[in-house]
């Protein structure tokens, strides 16, 4: 029969953690809230920059001598991945599904004999893929998204450090890995393609546009001309795809430590209910033990 | 052929952020790197680059709202003028102070630059304090 008394110290313990779980997916879900908008009024801008870059992407294919960023250095051997986690714990599996995909796409990668550069954007990234593939992170960036949510300049500090990397010929193609904002309860791992630059919908998109923006498509004026646009534009399409990989990941990441608290408090619920039923029935059974004591004392009398 | 245009351009200005404006104006005037280019209805399609400046937003013959961009692209077709802006805010809150600070810290940090990046970025953020001022000052652009 357990101690009564150390039931009761259980109890008080774990109503203390459903109080902090509680507590934890309150501030998630109002983080949450401000990080879905925030990623959703971002994507404006992202499609409408996906938008004019492939109209100029689209007139520049077939010809030789385009920017590097977008036709590539004609190598693949190697291969920088930019890893999206978060800097804090406590979310669920958010951290844990990037990092299997990463470490998945790595070793893949290796045994085609390439090599891998990482570049971890969140503490649990690099705490994770240290022990694995500690020599390959060449960098490791914290502290993400402070009072005010994420700020542009942020993503541009990451895409300046890539596109300073490509330019010094340390990796011929990019990725990212990041989760996408599904809902609070799912989140897509999704792995897009940076250097060179694709455009996701490519044969899609040419294929319902030949219809109605065809001619339109061909008629654009360029000023300066198409390579100068391209050579400022392709840069900053890293930024934008960078800014919006952090939104996205960040609003996944409230979205999914809001439901790993919110079950935490619903088994702590359960826990307190079943360690409530215990330490009643020991009660009961000692109170009745008392009371058999008593009266074979008294009628032993 | 007059009627076949229609008499508003739809004008969308967006920053990294938001959606800044979207509405339908009848002519706004962008600052693009080799000149300012006066938008209106049917106007031919044209991508170009923006330097940082003042947009202008016409109603009726009249400037209705001045918008300071800090530079990006301007995307334009017939019905449709879409801007693509680094930063964006309404000249009334430009403030000479801020924009002195930012002009002095930018000098700064080109002063410091290493990297062709570094010193690239520095670059942009002198013209687009310089560009504040200018707009604040009432000075040739305005």
């Given at each position: 029969?357990?101690?009564l008394?150390d039931?009761k110290?259980?109890i008080?313990?774990?109503?203390?953690?459903?109080?902090?779980t509680?507590?934890?997916?309150?501030?998630?879900?109002?983080?949450?809230?401000?990080?879905?908008?925030?990623?959703?009024?971002?994507?404006?801008?992202?499609?409408?920059?996906?938008?004019v870059?492939?109209?100029?992407?689209?007139?520049?294919?077939?010809?030789?001598?385009?920017?590097?960023?977008?036709?590539?250095?004609g190598?693949?051997?190697?291969?920088?991945?930019?890893?999206?986690?978060?800097?804090?714990g406590?979310?669920?599996?958010?951290?844990?599904?990037?990092?299997?995909?990463?470490?998945?796409?790595?070793?893949?990668?290796?045994s085609?004999?390439?090599?891998?550069?990482?570049l971890?954007?969140?503490?649990?990234?690099?705490?994770?893929?240290?022990?694995?593939?500690?020599g390959?992170?060449?960098?490791?960036?914290?502290?993400?998204?402070g009072?005010?949510g994420?700020?542009?300049?942020?993503?541009?500090?990451?895409?300046d450090?890539?596109?300073?990397?490509?330019?010094?010929?340390?990796?011929?193609?990019?990725?990212?890995?990041?989760?996408?904002?599904?809902?609070?309860?799912?989140?897509?791992?999704?792995?897009?393609?940076?250097?060179?630059?694709?455009?996701?919908?490519?044969?899609?998109?040419?294929?319902?546009?030949?219809?109605?923006?065809?001619?339109?498509?061909a008629?654009?004026?360029f000023?300066?001309?198409?390579?100068?646009?391209?050579?400022?534009?392709?840069?900053?399409n890293?930024?934008?795809?960078?800014?919006q990989?952090?939104l996205?990941?960040?609003?996944s990441?409230?979205?999914?430590?809001?439901?790993?608290?919110?079950?935490?408090?619903?088994?702590?619920g359960?826990?307190?209910d079943?360690?409530?039923?215990?330490?009643?029935r020991?009660?009961?059974a000692?109170?009745t033990?008392e009371?058999?004591?008593?009266?074979?004392?008294?009628?032993?009398? | 052929?007059?009627?076949?245009?229609?008499?508003k351009?739809?004008?969308?200005?967006?920053?990294?952020?938001?959606?800044?404006?979207?509405?339908?104006?009848?002519?706004?005037?962008?600052?693009?790197?080799?000149?300012?280019?006066?938008?209106?209805p049917?106007?031919t399609?044209l991508?170009?680059?923006?330097?940082p400046?003042?947009?202008?937003?016409?109603?009726?013959?009249?400037?209705?709202?001045?918008?300071?961009?800090?530079?990006?692209?301007?995307e334009?077709?017939?019905?449709?003028?879409?801007?693509?802006?680094?930063?964006?805010?309404?000249?009334?809150?430009?403030?000479?102070?801020?924009?002195?600070?930012?002009?002095?810290?930018?000098?700064?940090?080109?002063?410091?630059?290493?990297?062709?990046?570094?010193?690239?970025?520095?670059e942009a953020?002198i013209?687009?304090?310089?560009?504040?001022i200018?707009?604040l000052?009432?000075?040739?652009?305005?």
């Open positions: 029969m357990p101690n008394k039931l110290n259980r008080d313990s774990v109503k203390s953690t459903r109080k902090i509680s507590a934890m997916k309150m501030v998630a879900a109002a983080k949450l809230r401000r990080a879905q908008d925030a990623a959703e009024s971002a994507r404006a801008y992202s499609e409408r920059m996906e938008t870059l492939r109209s100029l992407a689209g007139s520049f294919a077939g010809r030789e001598g385009g920017p590097k960023l977008l036709a590539g250095t190598a693949d051997q190697a291969h920088l991945l930019v890893v999206f986690t978060s800097d804090r406590l979310c669920g599996g958010f951290n844990g599904s990037i990092v299997r995909e990463a470490r998945q796409l790595i070793h893949d990668m290796k085609e004999g390439k090599t891998v550069k990482l971890c954007v969140g503490r649990k990234g690099s705490d994770l893929l240290k022990g694995e593939f500690g390959d992170i060449v960098d490791a960036v914290t502290g993400i998204g009072k005010k994420i700020e542009f300049s942020e993503a541009t500090a990451v895409s450090k890539i596109t300073e990397m490509f330019e010094a010929g340390e990796f011929d193609t990019c990725s990212i890995i990041f989760n996408k904002f599904q809902s609070a309860m799912t989140q897509i791992v999704t792995t897009s393609q940076l250097i060179p630059f694709t455009s996701e919908e490519d044969e899609d998109a040419s294929a319902d546009k030949d219809g109605a923006g065809g001619e339109l498509k008629a654009y004026e000023e300066p001309e198409e390579s100068e646009i391209l050579e400022v534009l392709l840069p900053k890293l930024g934008v795809q960078v800014f990989a952090m996205e990941s960040s609003a990441e409230h979205g999914a430590r809001m439901t790993a608290m919110d079950n935490a408090t619903r088994n702590a359960d826990m307190i079943k360690l409530t039923l215990t330490y009643n020991s009660r009961q000692a109170i033990s009371l058999i004591e008593i009266i074979s004392g008294a009628e032993a009398l | 052929m007059a009627d076949t245009i229609a008499e351009v739809e004008f969308e200005l967006v920053s990294p952020e938001r959606l800044v404006k979207s509405q339908s104006v009848c002519m706004v005037v962008v600052p693009c790197s080799e000149g300012d280019i006066g938008v209106l049917g106007h399609p991508i170009g680059t923006v330097r400046g003042v947009v202008d937003i016409h109603e009726n013959g009249k400037v209705t709202e001045s918008i300071f961009v800090s530079g990006g692209f301007v334009v077709t017939p019905e449709r003028c879409t801007l693509l802006a680094e930063e964006a805010l309404s000249v009334d809150l430009l403030n000479r102070d801020t924009a002195q600070a930012r002009l002095e810290a930018a000098e700064k940090a080109l002063e410091k630059a290493e990297t062709d990046i570094e010193k690239g970025n520095a953020e013209a687009t304090a310089e560009a504040m200018m707009a000052g009432g000075g040739p652009a305005h």
